[in-house]
């Protein structure tokens, strides 16, 4: 949308942007966090923590935590699998290293608590984030707490323990930095490259940041208006720097100890893993089943209507943004935190028509400051124990079972499910090796996803394939189709709780364990 | 609009002009396509219009001419062949042996006789005539829907044909096909009520006779008609949502119009019941909302769900350009539709006709008007006749139809069970009960088939995904039914665990499905002594 800044003082302050404040007293300080912006932003928080609880454990947690914990354990980096017996040797690399190495690091001071409290302390880096970029936007700091408090619940699908929350992270502040940069504001660009550098070590996320810079390099080619789409152009002094910044963050792209490769892993994940984006549960396009993509219909339809009555107008870079993040959350839900960054700004501009600025005037501070301490006891108090996450892991993953296999080594070549793998990677890897996990592209191109996919779904092959992949035992899922395959074929079930079942081959009963 | 109405538009006047719904813009494009001298049925018969209604025609043949038939078409066939023979509607279940006696009514029945007829007449291929025919005629009737809003043949052939693509993956020989041309026709007669023709409401309440009879969806057909009444009640413009008010005489018309269509509700040979099944299936069914693909949202990873989005962020991109002015019924119909298909996929045909009004309209902004004096009459009539030719060169023979049939259905399978009768009860597949009914019934009573209203009620549907889900105590749960064969798909995985257990045996096999019988527990033990033995020879 066009800016349009509502408000007088706090349309200033953000066109500001450049903060040169000079040096305050205390008390501005003070005045500062228990601000009505500050008590808005403690109740953002709120609700973004609430709305990630759900959305803790990934299956892939614990291989990504795994890998951290095996780079800072050697100092080296990997280029072959060591965790299955499948695609064992070969070519792999931990694209996702420096996102790992966090993980890792968390685990390493709590454990899951650790990890808990790296995830809500991201979890409020992308509300304040969302905030401050409806208010640099809007101008209005009421109208940007609106807009992210709207659009928050959306997000948890990107809350999960895995280094793309940090690259959503990045995005953000790359958005931001766009924002304050056409707001007059040049040096902010400064901050791209190195963050780039960062960012496409820690996740494939880089790329939108990319496409996202690019984008507004080539809107700012056009000026026009054409009923409510405007392109503002920019003059050629912004479009070298902005042209510049771009180039210096794809130089920035090869940073990496695996060199340029890490950068080529998006595309190439994109061309040659179709079974991956086909089959995998996080490429799944977006359900409706669930409460996130019913959110995510009602406010598109909300912003239709929006659009219609209100007569809008969007800048020509939010008007492409927008379309392409709503389409792209429609083919795949993990795409749904792209659609809560790029809709924030615009929902923000949109109450901002109605919503009053702050007046600093009649603030309350005494009362602000008690809600604030209400609020962060509420928050605190409201987190999980260490025994809710234990049980929490438990409900979903075979935590009774790898106890069970630690004290009873069974024939290697154990059959595992997909979602599973990689907290047997984390609980017994790499001396214990599995069949698959979620490092898709592993499996993809050593084939071992579509024979996968074959045994899970109990087909025809499925003991064949068992069989032909050296398969001595299976870990799977009780209700699930193969566990009365296995069990209607003879297999021995030696271990069973609710969750998981241990089946294991007769034949293949005496051979050693290990490989 | 009165000076107060007036205040409400915030558009300067050159924005007006954009008003797709305006009144300013009808007379405007009235004028382009200037009233013409009374022309001769032959001219009009192979006019330019008439030819592009002709490509809609072709591209319905084209997409759909392989009698890809719906698993639930069969059953609708014996349900009408019945009504057929016996003179008589069923109250209850007369197919399966898992609800045998349980109240159930053939709620399509209309549109189950007319199947059963045409298939006594012409077999399989007066099906697929009666299926291109019905598609045919949803494409033809949403062109004049979109011409008549437009008042521009050409958008709104280009909006038909932008829409046929949705249109036709949805499209299926079953009653619904019915529904959504008497769903189109409502709208026609709104429209033409709309323009000024006072008469065009007066064969409504005769279409929800048939309608209620036909299929279910009449209820989507009176919500359109309370939409139009409600979105006239006052004359104002709110952005780019323009309201026009009816006259008080057209208020009353169209009131009395909807109470007429509620009236003829009950004139079913089930009286009240069949006006309360839409609403029974949606509230007391939800393993069928549930597990059935077709009541299951939009997919939006697959090529027709993609084009839908599109087509939805296309008209929102034109909307934000060139600020279009659209009537408020339009606009909340074309937001219903959307919601309608996301929400669950077989409404994407719900969804073409309220998009098409709002695409042609939009279309006409910019999209010439037809000019009869460049018409080409013979060209017409040359290619009329080319695409005639062609659709009688390539439609399908009896044996390209069933070969079709032979892939997705047991055909093979029920002709060896007519050969070799097998002990019962069976155990079928879902997919496969509508044929079992056809086929072999209702002597030979299935396990369970499409009639989702009847299985979920008698616990028969949550049953049946227990087993073939194998989730814990499956084979318990099929012996509690005393199953003694199976009809399975080929690769599901309730056959590969059949074939590994020695009580039960593979009698027949082929490409689409296969049969096992239950043996008992004799074998059990021999059976996997034997396949530890093969395991061990293929390991040396």
Redesign the interface.
């Known amino acids: 949308m066009s800016s349009k800044f509502s408000g007088t003082a706090e349309s200033s302050a953000a066109v500001a942007a450049a903060p040169s404040m000079s040096v305050a007293s205390p008390w501005f300080f003070m005045r500062k966090v228990i601000s009505f912006p500050a008590l808005m932003a403690v109740l953002l928080t709120g609700v973004a923590l609430l709305s990630a609880e759900s959305r803790l454990i990934d299956p892939d947690t614990w291989w990504h935590v795994k890998v951290g914990e095996q780079i800072l354990a050697s100092h080296v980096l990997p280029t072959t699998d060591m965790y299955s017996f499948t695609a064992a040797g070969t070519a792999w690399m931990a694209y996702e290293w420096l996102g790992e190495v966090l993980l890792a690091l968390a685990a390493r001071a709590g454990g899951l608590w650790g990890l808990l409290i790296f995830q809500r302390v991201i979890v409020v880096i992308v509300a304040g984030l969302l905030y401050y970029l409806g208010y640099v936007r809007s101008g209005n700091a009421k109208a940007g707490c609106i807009a992210a408090a709207i659009v928050l619940p959306i997000a948890p699908v990107a809350f999960t323990l895995r280094p793309q929350m940090i690259g959503y992270v990045y995005l953000l502040v790359t958005v931001i930095c766009l924002e304050h940069f056409r707001n007059g504001w040049s040096k902010a660009l400064w901050i791209l490259p190195p963050l780039f550098v960062l960012w496409v070590n820690t996740h494939g996320t880089f790329v939108f940041g990319l496409f996202v810079i690019g984008l507004y390099w080539v809107a700012g080619l056009f000026k026009f208006k054409?009923?409510?789409?405007v392109a503002e152009g920019m003059d050629q002094r912004r479009r070298v720097q902005l042209l510049l910044t771009f180039a210096m963050c794809l130089l920035a792209l090869p940073v990496t100890p695996y060199g340029s490769k890490l950068a080529a892993y998006p595309i190439e994940m994109a061309t040659a893993q179709p079974l991956n984006i086909?089959n995998i549960q996080e490429w799944?396009?977006?359900?409706?089943?669930n409460p996130v993509?019913v959110y995510l219909?009602i406010f598109a339809?909300g912003l239709?209507?929006a659009?219609?009555?209100?007569?809008?107008s969007?800048r020509l870079v939010d008007?492409i943004l927008l379309?392409f993040v709503?389409?792209a959350a429609?083919?795949?839900l993990r795409f749904a935190m792209l659609f809560v960054i790029f809709l924030t700004p615009v929902v923000a501009e949109i109450f901002a028509r109605w919503t009053p600025p702050y007046d600093r005037s009649i603030d309350r501070y005494v009362l602000n400051f008690a809600l604030i301490v209400f609020a962060v006891a509420a928050l605190v108090k409201l987190q999980p124990t260490r025994q809710d996450l234990d049980a929490l892991v438990s409900k979903d993953y075979p935590v009774s079972a790898v106890a069970y296999l630690r004290n009873h080594p069974y024939p290697t070549g154990m059959f595992n499910e997909y979602g599973w793998g990689g907290y047997l990677i984390w609980q017994l890897g790499p001396e214990h090796k599995v069949f698959i996990d979620g490092r898709a592209d592993v499996y993809e191109y050593s084939g071992v996803l579509p024979d996968y996919m074959v045994i899970a779904?109990?087909?025809?092959d499925?003991?064949r394939t068992l069989?032909r992949r050296d398969v001595s035992s299976c870990l799977v899922n009780?209700?699930?189709?193969l566990?009365?395959?296995l069990a209607?074929?003879?297999w021995q079930e030696v271990y069973s709780d609710e969750l998981a079942g241990i089946f294991v081959?007769?034949?293949k009963r005496a051979e050693r364990p290990g490989r | 609009m009165n000076e107060r109405e007036r205040a409400m538009v915030d558009l300067p006047e050159e924005e007006q002009t954009r008003s797709v719904g305006g009144e300013s813009n009808q007379k405007k494009r009235a004028a382009e396509e200037p009233a013409s001298a009374p022309v001769s049925i032959v001219r009009n018969i192979f006019s330019f219009p008439a030819m592009l209604g002709g490509l809609l025609v072709t591209g319905v043949f084209v997409a759909r001419r392989n009698f890809d038939v719906d698993p639930d078409f069969w059953w609708h066939l014996k349900v009408g062949d019945g009504i057929l023979a016996a003179h008589k509607w069923p109250v209850t279940d007369p197919y399966s042996y898992t609800a045998a006696g349980n109240s159930w009514l053939a709620a399509e029945w209309l549109s189950e006789v007319l199947f059963a007829s045409v298939n006594r007449l012409g077999g399989f291929r007066g099906l697929e005539a009666l299926f291109l025919v019905l598609g045919a005629a949803i494409m033809v009737a949403l062109y004049i829907f979109a011409t008549l809003r437009s008042k521009n043949s050409k958008a709104g052939f280009v909006a038909a044909a932008m829409l046929l693509v949705l249109a036709t993956a949805n499209f299926n020989l079953r009653p619904q096909m019915l529904g959504y041309l008497f769903l189109i026709l409502t709208l026609i007669a709104l429209e033409r009520f709309r323009q000024g023709h006072r008469r065009a409401l007066w064969f409504l309440p005769l279409l929800f006779l048939a309608w209620v009879n036909t299929h279910p969806s009449w209820e989507i057909g009176l919500g359109t008609i309370f939409v139009y009444w409600m979105s006239g009640w006052k004359g104002m413009r709110v952005g780019g949502i323009e309201m026009h008010r009816w006259e008080p005489a057209e208020r009353v018309r169209l009131a009395w119009t909807f109470l007429l269509c509620v009236a003829v509700l009950p004139i079913t040979p089930y009286g009240t019941r069949l006006a309360a099944f839409p609403f029974q299936f949606v509230s007391a069914l939800p393993n069928n909302l549930t597990y059935i693909i077709e009541w299951q949202q939009m997919p939006f990873d697959q090529p027709g769900p993609k084009l839908f989005l599109i087509l939805v962020f296309a008209i929102f991109a034109v909307q934000i350009a060139f600020r279009l002015v659209w009537r408020l019924e339009e606009a909340a119909l074309f937001l219903l539709g959307v919601l309608m298909a996301c929400l669950h996929a077989r409404f994407l045909l719900v969804f073409v006709p309220f998009c098409a009004a709002l695409l042609a309209a939009t279309l006409a902004v910019w999209v010439p008007g037809y000019d009869r004096k460049k018409d080409q009459y013979l060209l017409n009539a040359a290619l009329l006749c080319a695409m005639l030719f062609g659709m009688i060169w390539f439609f399908p023979s009896r044996a390209a139809i069933e070969q079709n049939i032979a892939t997705r259905f047991p055909l093979h399978a029920v002709e060896y069970l007519r050969e070799h009768p097998l002990p019962g009860p069976m155990f079928n597949t879902y997919n496969f009960g509508g044929y079992l009914v056809w086929a072999r019934g209702p002597e030979h009573k299935v396990f369970i088939d499409g009639r989702g209203e009847l299985y979920e009620p008698a616990g028969v549907f949550p049953d049946y995904m227990h087993i073939t889900l194998l989730k814990p105590g499956a084979l318990d749960v099929l012996r509690s039914y005393g199953i003694r064969s199976c009809l399975l798909e080929r690769d599901q995985p309730l056959a590969t665990v059949l074939s590994a257990r020695a009580d039960w045996q593979k009698v027949y096999s082929d490409r689409t499905s296969v049969i096992f019988v239950y043996e008992g527990e004799r074998k059990l033990t021999a059976k996997t002594r034997g396949w530890n033995v093969a395991t061990e020879k293929e390991q040396r």
């Open positions: 054409i009923g409510g789409l086909a799944q396009p977006l359900s409706l089943g993509g219909l339809m239709f209507v659009q219609v009555t209100l007569r809008l969007y008007m379309l709503m389409y429609c083919a795949h779904g109990a087909q025809a499925a003991l069989a009780r209700a699930g189709a566990a009365a395959l209607a074929n003879g081959n007769p034949a």
